[in-house]
C-alpha cells in the first residue's frame, strides 16, 4: 500500500522498493518528512545514504524488516 502526503510517505509491504525507487523518490518529493519503508527487503545502506544526503526535513524514517540495512547506516 502506497499512501502519499505532501511530507509523508508510506510504502508498507512494499517488498520490492529499491535504490532506484529512493533516488527517485528524493528528487521529486523536497518537503519528506516521514518515510515508511517497513518490509522493504531490497533496502541497502547505500538507500539510507542517499535518503540522507537529498533530504535534509527527513524527522521519522520507520524501516522495520529491512534486513540489509546496518545499525551504522542509520546512525
Known amino acids: 500500500m502506497i499512501v502519499i502526503n505532501r511530507i509523508f510517505i508510506f510504502f508498507v509491504n512494499c517488498v520490492f522498493f529499491r535504490i ?18 517497513s518490509d522493504s527487503v531490497l ?12 533530504s ?4 521519522h524514517l520507520s524501516a522495520s524488516r529491512c534486513y540489509l540495512l546496518t545499525p551504522s547506516a542509520l546512525m
Open 43 to 54: 533496502i541497502t545502506d547505500q538507500s539510507i545514504i542517499s535518503l540522507r544526503q537529498h
Open 56 to 59: 535534509r526535513l527527513l524527522a
Open 20 to 37: 532506484t525507487d529512493i533516488q527517485s523518490l528524493v528528487r521529486r518529493a523536497l518537503r519528506l518528512r516521514v518515510l515508511d519503508i
